[in-house]
């Protein structure tokens, strides 16, 4: 069985009171699985990673994409790259959601995101990676002067 026949049945366990599965990849036996989602009919399906093979598998099966440890530049290649795959697949690509965790070395500053946006992306990441309690503060001092300054510029 393809992943394609089996993503629709491993949405089962949000719709239905019990059910079970036994697939190429992966089975479990009968199960209940409580609370439901709350979103109808299921929570978004987000597939990452950035190889031509991931973004298919995006385009194709996905309600998005969820890239990360790119540049701005690679970031907005990629994007262009999952729409376009959308696109062949009969996909609305403006009805599918990208979201992206840049590099945690690249400073965001407003040109940027304003590049992401236009590029396609919905939604942009902070990480903070820091090995000391002074370094992640001084990083979220930056970060917050960043979210300030675009708030100003594209507000």
């Known amino acids: 069985m393809s992943l394609t026949a089996s993503l629709p049945?491993?949405?089962?366990?949000?719709?239905?009171?019990?059910?079970?599965?036994s697939g190429e990849f992966c089975s479990f036996p009968t199960l209940y699985s409580y609370p439901k989602p709350v979103q109808k009919p299921h929570p978004p399906i987000i597939f990452g990673g950035g190889s031509a093979a991931a973004l298919r598998c995006a385009a194709r099966l996905g309600d998005g994409w969820y890239g990360m440890e790119s540049t701005v530049e690679e970031t907005i290649a990629q994007v262009a790259e999952f729409r376009s795959y959308a696109a062949e697949y009969g996909r609305n690509p403006d009805s599918l959601q990208v979201s992206m965790a840049l590099r945690p070395d690249i400073r965001?500053?407003?040109?940027?995101?304003?590049?992401?946006?236009?590029?396609?992306?919905?939604?942009?990441?902070?990480?903070?990676?820091?090995?000391?309690?002074?370094?992640?503060?001084?990083?979220?001092?930056t970060m917050s002067r960043d979210i300030i300054e675009v708030a100003a510029r594209i507000g």
Do not use: N, S, Y
């Not at 049945?9 to 599965?21: Q, Y």
């Open 9 to 21: 049945k491993a949405k089962l366990p949000w719709a239905e009171e019990k059910t079970a599965f």
């Open 108 to 141: 965001l500053g407003a040109d940027a995101v304003k590049r992401l946006a236009d590029g396609g992306v919905h939604q942009v990441i902070l990480r903070a990676f820091a090995p000391t309690a002074q370094e992640i503060i001084r990083m979220l001092e």
